[in-house]
């Protein structure tokens, strides 16, 4: 283009001019409106978007687009994570320290900010061949990885650290549904939850993620082997649900499977310790060894009452009925698929699409149930892993290849039946307000030993 110049982040300058520069968008914000007296864009109202754009290995920077409303919308609908953008002729400004502005924005290596004002500069899409240069510079994470600090010294520390920014290398366990809100002042925006663990931890910790784009991108995640570098992540506290969370905000920088050795030491560890068989080996040999019975009466008056507190765990015997089993899941998004279907129906899920359940479920069963007894139920119960194969008498694999009809079959051999189940419960963490209900044995019983059960 003539009359232009092609700069790198690298070579940038203050107030230079007719300027090219080059980069891939590694982060997006929603426009937002502001009210301006004597506005040169003629409402009175101008808008602003802001980006960051990386063009190598150590240099990425923020971008600030004014304009008017039209002008800012037709970019944010046009450009979005991922895509490699040329901007033409931008102000180069330099940062300031006292800037308040820096605490609501990422943090870059880059000394500048770049302004494209509306009429004065241009963005528009770059088509090369070094396109794919730029599309693997986001598998490169923004921060030194020796920063990362473990989930377990989080938790730990997280009181304290209300209000502050973490690094955390971590793999998405499971993946919930987004959810639209309004805001304050009248905004409508979305959120999606996933649990996350990076092996230090024993059960996974919840992260809400805020971004439009990265909520987007986040339908092609896989459950316990996409990982993410998450820079500047901010712990917060719910006043709803009372507790300490983990969310993305305006200065977090999120990189996706960062190519990086430390991944696969993640992806290890929190498999070990989420599938550890020689753990749930020694809970079911010793089943003799509980002796305590329980009715879902006295469970639930316990949990009102708050006696389950943080890091208690007790197993108990239920006499109960299986009032509900939902077996078919969907580990993308964790949604229970009818017994007739083969595939997610969830709108939301990256899975739906005909693809066959049983390469959208993991290796490992996770079913739900309901009980019932005499005095109340409990739902939300959890059967997995080796105490559902003993439960069932097969794995997955035997399991996914039975027929519709043997499936329901296996299924009616325990609902609407009273079994001795045996319960383990694990009180609330500080990032989770809900004990947790692991059953670690089902049994048939003959209706004297029921009937002996119901005077406990």
């Given amino acids: 283009m003539a009359g232009v110049c092609r700069q790198t982040l690298s070579s940038l300058e203050p107030q230079m001019r007719n300027s090219l520069v080059i980069g891939i968008i590694i982060h997006n914000e929603a426009p937002r409106s502001i009210n301006l007296r004597n506005s040169r864009f003629g409402t009175g109202q101008s808008s602003v978007w802001s980006f960051t754009m990386r063009d190598s290995e150590i240099d990425f920077i923020n971008v600030?687009?004014?304009?008017?409303?039209n002008y800012i919308n037709k970019l944010?609908?046009?450009?979005?994570?991922?895509?490699?953008?040329?901007?033409i002729n931008p102000k180069v400004i330099e940062r300031r320290p006292d800037d308040r502005n820096e605490q609501f924005v990422p943090s870059v290596s880059n000394p500048y900010t770049l302004t494209v004002n509306e009429?004065?500069?241009?963005?528009?899409?770059?088509?090369?061949?070094?396109?794919?240069?730029?599309?693997?510079?986001?598998?490169?994470?923004t921060k030194n990885v020796e920063r990362v600090q473990r989930l377990c010294n989080i938790i730990k520390s997280i009181e304290e650290l209300e209000g502050q920014y973490v690094d955390i290398l971590v793999i998405v366990v499971s993946i919930k549904e987004t959810r639209d809100i309004i805001t304050r002042d009248k905004r409508l925006t979305a959120y999606r939850d996933f649990e996350i663990s990076d092996g230090s931890i024993d059960k996974p910790i919840n992260l809400r993620l805020w971004n439009k784009d990265w909520i987007k991108?986040?339908?092609?995640?896989?459950?316990?082997?996409?990982?993410?570098?998450?820079?500047?992540?901010?712990?917060?506290?719910?006043?709803?649900?009372?507790?300490?969370?983990?969310?993305?905000?305006?200065?977090?920088?999120?990189?996706?499977?960062?190519?990086?050795?430390?991944?696969?030491?993640?992806?290890?560890?929190?498999?070990?310790?989420?599938?550890?068989?020689?753990?749930?080996?020694?809970?079911?040999?010793?089943?003799?060894?509980i002796k305590n019975i329980m009715t879902l009466k006295q469970i639930n008056e316990l949990i009102s009452l708050k006696k389950f507190t943080a890091g208690t765990k007790i197993t108990t015997i239920v006499y109960a009925e299986i009032r509900e089993m939902e077996w078919q899941w969907c580990s993308v998004c964790?949604?229970?698929?009818?017994?007739?279907?083969n595939s997610c129906s969830n709108p939301d899920c990256c899975g739906i699409g005909g693809a066959d359940i049983s390469s959208l479920n993991s290796d490992r069963f996770d079913f739900k149930l309901s009980l019932k007894d005499g005095t109340?139920?409990?739902?939300?119960?959890?059967?997995?892993?080796?105490?559902?194969?003993?439960?069932?008498n097969c794995n997955v694999q035997e399991f996914m290849a039975m027929s519709l009809a043997d499936r329901i079959e296996l299924k009616w051999?325990?609902?609407?039946?009273?079994?001795?189940?045996?319960?383990q419960i694990v009180g609330p963490?500080?990032?989770?307000?809900?004990?947790?209900?692991?059953?670690?044995?089902?049994?048939?019983?003959?209706?004297?030993?029921?009937?002996?059960?119901?005077?406990?």
Avoid at 413 to 421: A, P, Q, S
Avoid at 437 to 447: E, G, K, L, N, P
């Fill in 413 to 423: 051999r325990y609902l609407v039946e009273t079994c001795k189940i045996y319960l």
């Fill in 217 to 289: 991108r986040s339908t092609h995640w896989i459950p316990t082997n996409t990982i993410l570098f998450l820079a500047d992540l901010r712990i917060t506290y719910n006043q709803f649900k009372k507790r300490m969370e983990l969310n993305t905000a305006w200065k977090t920088l999120i990189t996706e499977n960062p190519n990086i050795p430390e991944c696969v030491q993640v992806r290890d560890a929190t498999r070990r310790r989420l599938y550890n068989v020689s753990q749930e080996l020694n809970i079911i040999s010793n089943l003799d060894n």
């Fill in 376 to 392: 109340g139920y409990l739902i939300g119960c959890r059967l997995s892993g080796i105490a559902a194969e003993r439960t069932l």
């Fill in 429 to 456: 963490s500080l990032t989770s307000n809900q004990p947790i209900f692991d059953i670690i044995a089902i049994q048939r019983v003959a209706s004297d030993e029921s009937d002996h059960s119901s005077n406990h």
């Fill in 119 to 141: 009429g004065v500069a241009h963005i528009q899409a770059h088509e090369s061949p070094k396109i794919i240069f730029y599309k693997n510079l986001l598998r490169l994470p």
């Fill in 76 to 87: 944010f609908s046009t450009f979005h994570l991922g895509n490699v953008v040329e901007i």
């Fill in 64 to 69: 600030t687009v004014w304009g008017s409303a």
């Fill in 334 to 341: 964790k949604k229970a698929v009818a017994e007739d279907q």
